[in-house]
């Protein structure tokens, strides 16, 4: 008996110790979770406003005493598309269609000879303005997007696609005296296809679950255009600096 009660003695001591140093160990951090994203996947549609700056140069010629056409102004128009997200990374298709109020417009002024509508020589030397007119109206694009989430609502992203534009020329030569005046002007507009690239940011806001704003520049290059009527192979580039506002169905 007095063998059991020192074996119980001794065990019960040990259980002590063992329970005092394993309270006096550090305990380890818990694993931290993985950082959890709001959800992007899902159509959308969005409105857009911003200004836009082409500039049309000459391959094989150029346009006389005039510089090369720089129109420059507003565009706005809409668009929609689609997210795909995968952890912090998203995917997505989108297409868009803007009006631009890209314009610019050249003027010279010379002496020239006049004639009348019969094109008979009245005058040797008139005073004559030559116009040149450029102007971009139209723009639109289909590209692909891909996108870091550095927040759960702050989205970086580059996107790159087929980019289509619509530029007008044109020519306006007007002889103005006492005795004659008249324009002459050609004309000639042209679908332009190409590639558009760029890249922005895109935020979801925390007070509206199905608002995202987004603020992106965009580059198009539509390679030679050839402009009938004026006898001419002209280059067009065109850059776009917007704003937009998203709302998403997901």
């Not at 160990?25 to 694993?31: F, N």
């Not at 050249?106 to 006049?114: D, E, H, I, N, V």
């Not at 008139?126 to 116009?131: K, P, Y």
Request: one cysteine or more; a negative charge; hydrophobic letters at 35%.
């Amino acid at each position: 008996m007095t063998k059991v009660l020192l074996a119980t003695t001794m065990l019960a001591g040990l259980l002590s110790a063992g329970a005092a140093q394993a309270a006096d160990m550090p305990l380890k951090a818990p694993p931290r979770a993985a950082p959890i994203y709001s959800d992007w996947t899902g159509f959308y549609i969005f409105g857009f406003g911003g200004y836009s700056w082409g500039k049309i140069s000459p391959d094989d010629s150029d346009f006389g005493d005039f510089h090369n056409p720089k129109p420059k102004g507003g565009v706005f128009g809409f668009g929609g598309g689609y997210n795909w997200q995968y952890g912090a990374w998203v995917g997505g298709v989108e297409v868009d269609y803007g009006f631009s109020h890209e314009k610019e417009t050249q003027s010279l002024t010379f002496k020239g000879p006049c004639f009348d509508i019969h094109d008979t020589l009245v005058s040797v030397s008139t005073t004559c303005t030559d116009s040149l007119h450029s102007k971009i109206d139209a723009l639109g694009s289909a590209r692909v997007r891909v996108g870091y989430l550095f927040t759960p609502n702050l989205l970086a992203f580059g996107t790159a696609g087929l980019g289509w534009g619509r530029n007008e020329l044109s020519e306006s030569l007007t002889q103005c005296s006492t005795t004659c005046g008249r324009t002459v002007t050609d004309s000639s507009k042209q679908n332009l296809f190409g590639w558009v690239a760029g890249g922005g940011m895109e935020w979801k806001t925390p007070w509206f679950e199905h608002v995202r704003i987004r603020g992106e520049y965009l580059h198009y290059d539509f390679g030679s255009t050839t402009y009938p009527r004026l006898g001419i192979n002209a280059k067009t580039t065109d850059d776009v600096a917007r704003g937009a506002l998203i709302w998403s169905f997901n």
